[in-house]
């Protein structure tokens, strides 16, 4: 399984940007997806995340709450972040994960089975 986000880029403070995660598998809509984020000098830290299936369940980081939003399309195995009102802290660069079996909390990044190589995002005021 292979995982490749795109969309990053520049923004200014407000503006908005939308990352895709292409995946490589037959059967995408069994994995839950995530995203993650790691500035520099800071630890990885959980963006969101969406159910397997059909997403009927997402979560988010509590400092992205409001303005990001996951989504899926299982027909073009992918997944999507959009990101609005966005604010210099936000830059860093953002992964895509793909887990399928393990049961914990979606913010724990040790539960993804596979990631992507991560697309730079970075906001200016």
């Known amino acids: 399984v292979q995982l490749q986000a795109s969309g990053g880029g520049s923004a200014k403070a407000g503006e908005s940007l939308r990352l895709s995660c292409a995946v490589s598998t037959r059967i995408f809509s069994s994995y839950a997806m995530g995203w993650f984020r790691q500035a520099p000098g800071k630890e990885r830290e959980f963006v969101a995340a969406?159910?397997?299936?059909?997403?009927?369940?997402?979560y988010y980081g509590d400092s992205v709450k409001g303005r990001f939003t996951i989504s899926r399309d299982n027909a073009h195995d992918t997944t999507y972040l959009q990101m609005n009102s966005l604010k210099t802290e936000d830059t860093a660069v953002y992964y895509c994960?793909?887990?399928?079996?393990?049961?914990?909390?979606?913010?724990?990044?040790?539960?993804?089975?596979?990631w992507g190589p991560g697309t730079q995002v970075t906001v200016s005021s």
């Open positions: 994960a793909a887990r399928k079996y393990y049961s914990g909390a979606y913010s724990n990044a040790g539960g993804y089975d596979y």
């Open positions: 969406i159910t397997s299936g059909s997403g009927d369940s997402v």
